[in-house]
């Protein structure tokens, strides 16, 4: 038996992105509780790797209020469920323009598992072939840029890169060029 047991739940919100909802639960010791949580669909993050070079995107986070360089990632329109292999070529051509030769899988996330259904799905894209974006409304305002590899793991360390599934997945890089 799962340590919680969901008793009933309330959809409280939905957009084209997302939906919130509120489930009432029963714990392991009997006693109730409530989750609040949020559905999204799985999403695709692409590391684009040339030689010694990534690949990575700017654009302006509304919640954060700033600007951010990431990893291209995305889900697709209105909460679509598309193959994982599918969805990271998508998402590769959509704000790079790029198209990858070899896209290989090397590890899955979770966004942020105490609130958050969603999950991550990583991987490398190499054999690159420049092209133009295929941007969406929101990516307007997004800019790609190349950046060496020590400039990149510099960047995270002076907290010019802060998104919590670039800094994961490049991790998962580094363990997969580490095992080959």
């Known amino acids: 038996m799962d340590p919680v047991q ?17 489930d009432r639960v029963r714990r392991h010791d009997g006693s109730p ?15 684009p790797l ?12 509304y919640p954060l209020g700033r600007r951010r360089w990431e990893f291209p990632q995305g889900t697709a329109p209105d909460r679509a469920a598309l193959p994982p292999d599918q969805l990271a070529a998508r998402e590769l051509r959509e704000e790079t323009g790029l198209v990858a030769g070899t896209m290989t899988a090397i590890g899955s996330l979770d966004v942020a598992a105490g ?30 840029a190349w950046f060496p590899r020590a400039t990149f793991e510099s960047m995270i360390r002076t907290g010019d890169i802060t998104d919590a599934q670039t800094v994961a997945a490049y991790t998962q890089l580094l363990l997969h060029e580490h095992h080959r």
């Open 6 to 22: 969901r008793l009933d739940s309330t959809q409280v919100y939905a957009n084209a992105w997302m939906t919130v909802r509120e």
């Open 33 to 47: 509780g409530i989750y609040g949580v949020i559905d999204k669909p799985d999403y695709a993050l692409v590391i």
């Open 50 to 61: 040339d030689g010694e070079r990534v690949m990575l995107v700017e654009q302006f986070r």
């Open 115 to 144: 609130m958050s259904s969603q999950r991550g799905h990583v991987y490398l894209a190499t054999d690159l072939t420049e092209g133009p974006p295929e941007r969406e409304l929101e990516e307007q305002d997004m800019r790609a």
